[in-house]
């Protein structure tokens, strides 16, 4: 690449963003050794076919917030300029964020991030519709044993090659269950956890994975009925969900991504419960809906009257059903399952179908349930695993796969 540019057509694009586009004129020299952030990774706020929010970790003292971007192939470049933040309770780093907007769907881009000097990284955005293939995955409970389990998984899932991933919580294991502050090394285990996400969750081609969070009991001091105040390095890491800790993700008109917490930093009823009708209600048209948290209503192993259990099938169980929801994916129990499925407490094809129950970085999963000894389960392994989802036009194709690589279930609902 020719290190020599001018700066040209500069304009403000909005309040906080301003675009510049360059070409390559000998004026300006970068011969700068390059520059890697501690960490790049991505995520949305709005909809993924045209957007893309691009985040990164520094030391404190690396406070550039632009970043450099291109369509694969063009010799012009763009710049974003965002903002940046201080890592929670005194950590020495900054997290950087720009959202970039207004980009071509199903489209390559390469970017750089802060100085022009750093490593240039790729992403791509959604196409438009489910006529090309939409293959994500999906897993949780992940840094809980040695980073080597963690990985393992990664690797296994970034093979196949997935346009972004939902994350289902238990993310670091690094709250406290009774203290409001955590230690120096619990806090440097999300840092690890956004490393090894980084280095690992990259396709064979070389794109960066996005992802899409929720909140588990883990990722809180307290566990349970706390505030965001208590999960600090969740909400300050990750854009999305937002402080709100639940939200939708609309992708165009073809796909919905409902994000709801558990009862971590918000109550299940209430407030929650109202806004999870009111958003489903507004997206009955869209052919694919699914939901994420991190305990099950449904679970493998875990008893089924469980307090929060409880709680999802009496407040949120019964909306899913309502306006349909294709699948709802839930973690927390360090196994896999897959459902029936369920409508009004009994197996009905017009139902919702449960997946998952979080294993993707836990060394020794735990021993389920046995399907024909409960009445709403239909498979079960005791497996580290991360279940594939892809969407073809109207049909749904889940696959559970283990971090050996190997299928451990399928399952297809075809229109």
């Known amino acids: 690449m020719n290190t020599h540019f001018l700066f040209n057509n500069i304009f403000l694009r909005s309040a906080r ?24 990774y991505l995520t949305w706020q709005h909809d993924p076919t045209t957007t893309m929010t691009i985040q990164w970790i520094t030391e404190a003292n690396k406070d550039e917030d632009q970043v450099y971007y291109q369509k694969v192939g063009e010799n012009s470049w763009q710049i974003a300029i ?3 933040s201080p890592m929670p309770e005194y950590e020495p780093y900054l997290i950087h964020k720009v959202e970039l907007t207004d980009l071509s769907p199903g489209t390559s881009y390469v970017f750089r991030t802060g100085e022009w000097n750093t490593v240039p990284n790729k992403f791509r955005t959604i196409p438009p519709n489910t006529d090309t293939p939409i293959r994500f995955v999906v897993g949780g409970d992940m840094y809980r044993d040695g980073i080597e389990n963690l990985v393992e998984t990664h690797r296994q899932a970034a093979r196949v090659d997935p346009m972004f991933a939902l994350v289902g919580g238990d993310i670091a294991y690094a709250g406290n269950k009774y203290s409001v502050r955590t230690s120096h090394t619990q806090r440097q285990r999300w840092l690890t956890w956004v490393i090894a996400w980084n280095q690992h969750m990259v396709t064979p081609d070389g794109y960066l994975i996005p ?35 639940y939200n939708a993700l609309d992708f165009g008109d073809f796909l919905s991504i409902i994000v709801l917490d558990s009862g971590h ?15 489903l209600e507004k ?26 259990n409880n709680e999802i099938r009496k407040h949120w169980v019964p909306i899913f059903e309502h306006f349909g929801l294709t699948a709802a994916f ?41 399907p024909e000894k409960v009445w709403f389960l239909a498979n079960t392994k005791r497996a ?3 279940i594939m989802v892809t969407l073809e036009g109207n049909n749904r194709y889940f696959t559970a796969i283990d971090s050996k690589g190997n299928v451990i279930d399928s399952y297809s609902h075809v229109q």
């Open 17 to 40: 963003t301003i675009l510049f586009a360059f070409v390559f004129l000998p004026l300006l020299s970068f011969a700068a050794e390059r520059y890697n952030p501690i960490a790049v």
């Open 82 to 84: 965002g903002s940046h």
């Open 211 to 245: 992802m899409i969070p929720t909140i588990g009991n883990h990722d809180v001091n307290g566990r349970y009925d706390q505030t965001p105040e208590q999960a600090p390095f969740f909400y300050s890491l990750f854009s999305f969900p937002g402080r709100q800790g």
């Open 265 to 279: 930093t918000h109550s299940i009823d209430g407030n929650q419960t109202f806004w999870l009708y009111n958003t």
């Open 283 to 308: 997206r009955q048209g869209i052919p694919h809906k699914f939901a994420i948290y991190h305990v099950p209503a449904y679970p493998s192993v875990r008893k089924f009257s469980g307090k929060i």
């Open 330 to 370: 839930e973690h927390h129990d360090h196994a896999y399952k897959r459902t029936h499925p369920i409508y009004k407490g009994r197996v009905d094809p017009r139902g919702v179908l449960y997946l998952g129950d979080g294993a993707w970085g836990v060394k020794k999963p735990r021993k389920p349930k046995k």
């Open 384 to 386: 580290k695993h991360f």
